[in-house]
């Protein structure tokens, strides 16, 4: 996270609540509350402070809400407040970024389940449907869930906005499970000094490391936790943001296909792809080849065929070794790996190779949008690990004899502790706690785990130069006795820290980078 971004939380604590009261009638009849005007002024710097009149424009203290048309000539039956924004802003030239959006403090199951129960943000004081800022419905919607009337809206010194915010029930409305409800909705935001990150979103969401998943509700379940680690032999203390569970809303498209997000981590997002590339070798040089020295191959990431077709166009060569005509050579011209081929057997002295081509790479748009990292290859000698322990030893020094510590590239594979901490928080304390384990559990309670799916991982086993870590079917993180068996490739990269994103984060809505 960018140790300059200053985000605020406004600002706007106006609460907006109407109470449904009884009805004979065939329709929802609603009396709102007495109009209120609430000015609150937050003061984020000294450079800056935001404002917002949320005061409302019902034109009589009681208001018949029910289901309506709305046009140009929409004279009743509906909610309009009006939403005057001032920023003040006393640094000559600065910009500063508003979003605001609806807190739903409380919303009826027939009101929750309606799409014809809607708003909209206009600019237009007569009508609805003229002016259209945002607009949409609160099907689905519950408590403690929010609704984004704007997002990222520039100001300067000089600006100051009118909005008027509808509220109504459409007229298509029909359903009487829609009758006596009862909601309650606060207009609420936050300001910036800069224009804020996807990292910067999804943090603002983020629950306190406190927090236990079976104390959450609904939405809160959706978004991540906080973690915060002690240093390593590699990492000083540090504190990051991940999603756990088995149904969070981390679903993004990227590459032109749908990736899931693990969290943000030093203020970058990193993803992971959703459906596998299908089965193959973490790496199958045999004995005398590059760093192998047996026949079940090397669990060298930075020597392996994996990382090199997984890093078609940007990797780094070994001391020593040459690319001639799409072949890599070792120092000693034996052929490790042929470019845009599949991880393959191949000899000491081998003239040619076995080439199954490569049909996946990230597109051009794609390699824009991610940045080298680092991926630490600390290992371990035994499978029974919590999460914590996982984090420890992969960003410690132990490694097998002359293994390099990290590896710094775009695309690497996820760490076991990256699935162990889907389990934290009370998810599956047994996973948590113990992934070696973790088939006495639930495996099942992690978005990471796919049931009979058999994952590699990044990191490999101290006691051997062959053997690296992985996740089986029963959703165990154990070894896997040979870098040459075929197993599940799920690729992970790390979005450059500037990326921003907009959408809901589910399957139907993924978040979408902006360009």
């Not at 936050?190 to 943090?203: E, F, N, Q, R, V």
């Not at 693990?262 to 004995?287: A, E, H, P, Q, T």
């Not at 499978?383 to 510590?405: D, N």
């Not at 154990?478 to 599940?488: D, E, K, R």
Request: aromatic share 12%; glycine share 8%.
């Amino acid at each position: 996270m960018d140790k300059n971004k200053k985000i605020l939380t406004i600002l706007i604590t106006l609460t907006i609540i109407f109470t449904a009261i009884g009805s004979s009638l065939a329709y929802l009849s609603w009396i709102s509350s007495e109009e209120q005007k609430t000015q609150v002024t937050f003061t984020a710097t000294a450079s800056f402070s935001c404002s917002a009149d949320g005061g409302g424009n019902i034109t009589s203290g009681d208001i018949n809400l029910v289901p309506t048309l709305v046009n140009e000539n929409t004279t009743s039956n509906y909610i309009k407040r009006t939403v005057l924004v001032k920023p003040t802003i006393t640094e000559t030239g600065k910009t500063i970024y508003m979003d605001l959006w609806l807190d739903i403090n409380s919303l009826g199951t027939g009101l929750s389940n309606s799409v014809n129960f809607k708003y909209a943000l206009t600019t237009s004081n007569t009508s609805p449907t003229t002016g259209v800022v945002s607009s949409g419905n609160f099907n689905g919607k519950i408590t403690g869930d929010k609704v984004n009337l704007l997002t990222s809206k520039d100001y300067n010194a000089t600006t100051t906005d009118t909005y008027y915010l509808w509220i109504w029930l459409d007229a298509e409305e029909t359903s009487s499970e829609t009758m006596n409800q009862s909601f309650s909705l606060s207009l609420n935001g936050s300001c910036y000094d800069h224009l804020p990150t996807g990292a910067d979103m999804l943090i603002e969401n983020a629950n306190p490391s406190t927090l236990m998943y079976a104390d959450a509700t609904d939405s809160q379940k959706a978004e991540m936790w906080t973690f915060s680690h002690d240093a390593t032999e590699q990492v000083k203390a540090t504190t990051d943001y991940r999603y756990i569970g088995s149904s969070p809303n981390n679903y993004i498209t990227f590459n032109d296909e749908v990736w899931r997000i693990i969290g943000v981590f030093d203020g970058r997002i990193k993803i992971i792809r959703n459906d596998s590339l299908g089965n193959m070798y973490w790496d199958y040089k045999k004995s005398g080849v590059g760093s192998s020295t047996n026949d079940n191959g090397s669990n060298d990431w930075a020597d392996s065929q994996l990382m090199y077709m997984l890093n078609s166009t940007s990797y780094t060569l070994k001391t020593g070794y040459s690319l001639t005509d799409s072949k890599i050579y070792d120092g000693s011209s034996n052929i490790i790996y042929q470019l845009g081929c599949k991880p393959a057997s191949i000899t000491s002295g081998a003239t040619s190779y076995s080439c199954i081509s490569n049909t996946w790479n990230l597109n051009i748009v794609a390699l824009s949008q991610i940045s080298e990292t680092t991926y630490y290859l600390g290992s371990s000698s035994y499978t029974e690990h919590s999460a914590q322990t996982y984090y420890s030893f992969e960003r410690g020094k132990t490694v097998y004899g002359g293994r390099p510590i990290n590896w710094t590239g775009l695309v690497g594979l996820m760490y076991p502790s990256d699935y162990a901490y889907t389990f934290a928080n009370g998810v599956d304390d047994k996973c948590y706690t113990d992934t070696g384990n973790c088939n006495n559990g639930i495996p099942s309670s992690s978005w990471l785990y796919k049931s009979g799916t058999f994952q590699w991982t990044i990191s490999s086993f101290t006691g051997n130069a062959y053997v690296v870590f992985r996740i089986i079917g029963s959703g165990n993180v154990y070894l896997c006795n040979s870098a040459s068996n075929g197993v599940v490739v799920r690729p992970v990269v790390y979005l450059k820290s500037d990326i921003r994103l907009q959408g809901g984060g589910t399957s139907s809505e993924p978040y979408e980078i902006i360009e």
